[in-house]
């Protein structure tokens, strides 16, 4: 069993910064991947960032490249999601999940992970 649990979010004007925790614990964790979604109000769940242990390999979507950076303390076991230049369509609930395996090419679909935290709030305006 894997806890997931985010925080971070809050209230923010354009342009402005933010950064994202997700805390993983629990018996037998070995999530091999981990990632941020997201979800605004009548929108479905969209993949924002993913990222293997060992940090090798990361995953944006085209909306946020350049923008968002995920980063994963492994000792921690603590995954981040740093926010910057935030617009105005960035609100969403924000939540982290993982999984032991993703296959390959589909690290920011949805259905690939089976953890999830209960989601934290950005707003953008």
């Known amino acids: 069993h894997v806890q997931l649990v985010e925080s971070g979010g809050g209230s923010v004007q354009a342009g402005g910064s933010l950064r994202l925790s997700c805390a993983a614990s629990?018996?037998?964790?070995?999530?091999?991947?981990m990632g941020w979604f997201r979800q605004a109000p009548g929108k479905e769940r969209q993949g924002v960032a993913s990222?293997?242990?060992?940090?090798?390999?990361?995953y944006y979507a085209d909306s946020v490249t350049g923008r968002f950076a995920i980063s994963l303390d492994s000792a921690k076991n603590t995954m981040y999601l740093q926010m910057n230049s935030l617009k105005p369509e960035d609100t969403a609930m924000y939540y982290c999940?993982?999984?032991?395996?993703?296959?390959?090419?589909?690290?920011?679909?949805?259905?690939?992970?089976?953890?999830w935290g209960q989601g934290t709030q950005v707003t953008v305006s």
């Open positions: 999940a993982a999984d032991s395996v993703v296959l390959p090419g589909r690290e920011l679909e949805a259905s690939e992970y089976s953890y």
């Open positions: 629990g018996d037998g964790y070995s999530s091999s991947a």
């Open positions: 990222i293997y242990r060992g940090g090798s390999s990361t």
